[in-house]
């Protein structure tokens, strides 16, 4: 942990707070400690919040006075102690920040970020089933960009998809999200998003099968930048991330599926190239129209081959490439 600020007073006084050292905060005046904030704008209650200080939390409130809802400023603008508590899975602050000190469980802060959002973001499901099941948050709100919480699990650090190279952890918050009322799973965000999208970008792959698998998604429409789900997972250049690409391509692409029907070879087989060039080379000999094949049927062979063996599945799905956020 490293807590970046402008002196090495207030770094002592965020330091002792995330540590619970509640000996030297004890020594520290108020006005130094209601003051004391690192390069973020986050405060002493935020860091105790956000690294499960369960009793430096509740003394900064009681015998402090530090505001439950406290908003941070500058990078983390509108985030509260409750923002971090959730985002790092500290379950026993979450509930006494809430239920001892009535903080706002559906604050907003910059963007229109909440606590409800940032638990999805980390994959932390009990904390989701507690805000929604205990304090009536609604699962299906967005941000500023229209991102709800399909789009933010796409987007779960890697780190937090667990050990697995698919990231198989994050489906049992998928299925639970996907069962709550009125949770609007096919939403497209701002930028053209879809929850496909995200979970591209994110290099997750089990959550792209989950998606398209069980609940019918195609990676046939491109963002507002023209960028498919298989486009986003190419950018990031990782050996995870192009797994999802060639996944979406051979599996979710309508038109890679059309072409593999064309030859006759299953949809798992989109990108062996030895298979396509064998299947098509008997094929175009048998519907050749010099030797009385159908004339449509030779050139339907011959763009298929085209699609699945030069374009490497891509077909429509190549596009620009450009850079998204």
């Not at 932390?124 to 941000?143: E, F, K, T």
């Not at 965000?189 to 998604?217: D, N």
């Not at 507002?224 to 990782?238: E, K, R, S, V, W």
Request: aromatic share 6%; proline share 3%; charged share 20%.
């Amino acid at each position: 942990m490293r807590i970046k600020c402008s002196t090495d007073g207030a770094h002592a006084i965020l330091e002792a707070a995330a540590d619970g050292n509640l000996d030297f905060l004890a020594q520290v005046s108020d006005a130094d400690l209601h003051q004391a904030r690192c390069l973020s704008g986050c405060t002493a209650l935020h860091w105790a919040a956000g690294c499960n200080q369960v009793d430096t939390v509740r003394a900064l409130i009681q015998h402090r006075l530090l505001d439950v809802d406290v908003a941070a400023s500058r990078k983390a603008r509108g985030r509260t102690p409750l923002h971090y508590a959730c985002r790092n899975g500290c379950r026993v602050v979450v509930k006494l920040l809430i239920e001892t000190f009535g903080a706002d469980p559906n604050v907003k802060a910059k963007h229109g970020v909440t606590p409800f959002q940032l638990a999805v973001w980390r994959n932390n499901a009990d904390i989701c089933r507690y805000l929604v099941s205990s304090h009536d948050v609604d699962p299906s709100q967005v941000n500023n960009f229209d991102c709800g919480a399909m789009h933010w699990l796409g987007i779960a650090p890697i780190d937090r998809a667990g050990s697995d190279e698919d990231g198989m952890a994050l489906i049992p918050l998928a299925s639970w999200l996907v069962s709550q009322i009125d949770l609007k799973l096919y939403a497209r965000q701002r930028q053209g998003h879809s929850a496909l999208h995200k979970a591209a970008w994110g290099g997750h792959l089990a959550l792209c099968r989950y998606l398209h698998e069980v609940h019918a998604f195609w990676d046939d429409t491109p963002d507002l930048a023209g960028n498919y789900a298989a486009d986003l997972a190419d950018m990031a250049q990782t050996l995870r991330h192009a797994k999802v690409a060639t996944y979406l391509r051979e599996s979710c692409s309508r038109e890679s599926s059309e072409s593999c029907a064309v030859l006759g070879i299953p949809e798992g087989e989109a990108s062996n190239d030895a298979l396509i060039r064998r299947v098509y080379l008997t094929a175009v000999k048998d519907h050749h129209p010099d030797k009385g094949g159908d004339e449509s049927r030779f050139h339907a062979i011959q763009n298929a081959y085209r699609h699945l063996s030069i374009n490497q599945g891509r077909g429509i799905l190549q596009t620009s490439r450009v850079e998204t956020s």
